[in-house]
Nanobody, 116 residues
């Protein structure tokens, strides 16, 4: 069955870095666009970063441009999110998403907390 499993979240001080990973299985990873979303308490789930199936195009939310980098390894069926210069407002549950046409898969999320 389809699985998306996020890892790498945790508690980090402002200005620090974290690297999130999403390991996938059960679908043809290289045919899917991949994204990272986040949801803070009491807020909607927002798109953070997106990468096309071949990795040729990447898009970022304005709030994370220049600080976050999305990447994918189609040989390992994984997508990563490198997060640098973290701010308290980056605190949220981060979700991995795979999408192709009307097919849409989600992971269970990983908590990122930025606090001193």
């Amino acid at each position: 069955q389809v699985q998306l499993v996020e890892s790498g979240g945790g508690l980090v001080q402002p200005g620090g870095s974290l690297r999130l990973s999403c390991a996938t299985s059960g679908f043809t990873f290289s045919r899917y666009a991949m994204s990272w979303y986040r949801q803070a308490p009491g807020k909607e789930r927002d798109l953070v970063a997106h990468i096309t199936s071949a990795g040729g195009t990447k898009n970022y939310a304005d709030s994370v441009k220049g600080r976050f980098t999305i990447s994918r390894d189609n040989a390992k069926n994984t997508v990563n999110l490198q997060m640098n210069s973290l701010k308290p407002e980056d605190t949220a549950v981060y979700y991995c998403n795979a999408r192709r046409g009307n097919l849409d898969y989600w992971g269970q999320g990983t908590q990122v907390t930025v606090s001193s």
